[in-house]
């Protein structure tokens, strides 16, 4: 059985590996149970361990006077301002470690900018960011473990950084104290744990940190102790129904995530021999059909070929046919012209001779006409009456004048012919 597991799980051991030293921890979270609200403390530290291994220490917090982050720096909220400051030092710093020249942010440059520039190398180191810039703005949480622990992974890969596999200190165990079924005692301690990290498992998958560890260390041991191999004296029925039994704990079953690249790969691998195969069969049609088109092409320029020599006198009629019809079109189009000027001169013409015949029944009307006559007529009699009228207006006042100047002379003649004056008009005076 140990066996058995050693050959079924070596791919799925180097996956679950590689996700749990860093790859893809906080990229991909297959089912957010109980333990996901802790996920990022898990990120944090890992990400503190990454920042070791690319000398942060010395090349960042010692030249920038900055105090080293706690294991849970970004996990819990402690100072938003401050923290955020921190992020985006740190994500500077790994971004140039990654190989993209990145300028360090400032403390009063715009947090959008900076984020959405932060963002934007991210998703250029093929990284995916599905969450809103905003949630980086707190400068702590899930997302900015995220996004520095996946920056960090990027500046390892570049610098080449690779894990290595752990090596387990061996003890050395006396010969006497070694008992002879030793081998076939430490297989069935390996699938007694087996089978208690399987029913402790809530999804019913096996842990492949602790199987590796356990078949390494089994394989130490065997490598320790050649010398003492033992004849099993298992019977093969037994070992049949053995394995029949315990082979279905034997597969390891991963959920496929669309954002896996294994997935992607599959599938371009896929479509690339899906375009193979349709290839073969539409190459065969198309070059069937272009060697079709090319004779129909030939056949077609032959005939042209064959009717443009046929047609040769016609065509020379037709163009001899043309000329003349373009210059008679020439010589229509001048006398169109002309027309058209002369046209314009009896226009003019005509309206100066209406303009005459206006005039001249203007001057006949006005010559025929009494009613001047009348007019003048009806003026004269309207004088002589009032000249009548001023006439008898004139007797009047000389009349009125005459009598006036009678009774002043009388009035003159009284006053002279009088000879006594009353004294008490004498007294008056």
């Known amino acids: 059985m140990a066996a058995a597991a050693a050959v079924v799980t070596p791919s799925g051991l180097e996956d679950g590996v590689s996700r749990s030293r860093g790859e893809g921890a906080g990229e991909v979270v297959v089912e957010r149970g109980p333990g996901a609200a802790y996920h990022m403390f898990v ?252 004779r129909t092409l030939e056949k077609i320029g032959s005939r042209e070929k064959y009717i443009n020599n046929q047609l040769e006198h016609l065509v020379q009629e037709y163009r001899a046919a043309q000329a003349q019809l373009s210059e008679a079109r020439e010589r229509y189009q001048q006398g169109n012209g002309g027309v058209t000027e002369r046209t314009r001169l009896l226009s003019e013409v005509t309206e100066e001779l209406e303009k005459v015949k206006q005039e001249m029944e203007e001057k006949g009307s006005s010559m025929t006409d009494g009613a001047p006559l009348v007019k003048i007529k009806q003026s004269l009699t309207k004088l002589k009456q009032e000249t009548v009228q001023m006439d008898i207006r004139i007797g009047v006042v000389e009349h009125i004048l005459l009598q006036s100047k009678l009774k002043e002379k009388s009035n003159m003649t009284r006053d002279m012919h009088a000879t006594i004056i009353p004294e008490s008009a004498i007294g008056s005076y």
């Not at 315990?246 to 992607?264: A, E």
Request: charged content about 30%.
């Open 43 to 294: 990120v944090m530290e890992d990400l503190v361990e990454k920042l070791k291994l690319l000398h942060y220490e010395e090349e960042l917090l010692r030249k920038n006077n900055l105090k080293p982050p706690s294991r849970h720096y970004f996990a819990l909220p402690t100072n938003p301002g401050e923290q955020f400051y921190m992020f985006c030092t740190l994500a500077a710093w790994l971004i140039n470690k990654a190989g993209h020249p990145f300028e360090q942010p400032q403390e009063y440059d715009d947090p959008n900018a900076t984020i959405s520039n932060i963002l934007s190398e991210l998703r250029s180191l093929g990284r995916t960011a599905d969450f809103p810039p905003s949630k980086l703005k707190s400068g702590y949480g899930e997302h900015v473990c995220y996004v520095l622990d996946c920056l960090a992974e990027e500046a390892l890969k570049y610098i080449g950084f690779t894990w290595k596999r752990p090596t387990y200190p061996v003890e050395e165990l006396e010969e006497e104290t070694v008992p002879e079924d030793d081998a076939e005692l430490t297989l069935n301690k390996v699938d007694e744990e087996f089978v208690e990290e399987e029913t402790d498992n809530e999804e019913n998958f096996i842990d492949l940190n602790v199987l590796k560890a356990q078949t390494y260390r089994m394989d130490m041991n065997e490598s320790a102790k050649q010398e003492d191999i033992l004849e099993s004296t298992t019977d093969a029925a037994e070992w049949s129904l053995e394995v029949e039994r315990v082979l279905p704990q034997l597969k390891v079953t991963i959920r496929t995530d669309n954002k896996d690249w294994r997935i992607h790969v599959d599938q371009m691998h896929q479509h690339k021999s899906g375009i193979e195969s349709a290839l073969k069969e539409t190459k065969g049609f198309l070059d069937k059909l272009h060697n079709e088109i090319s």
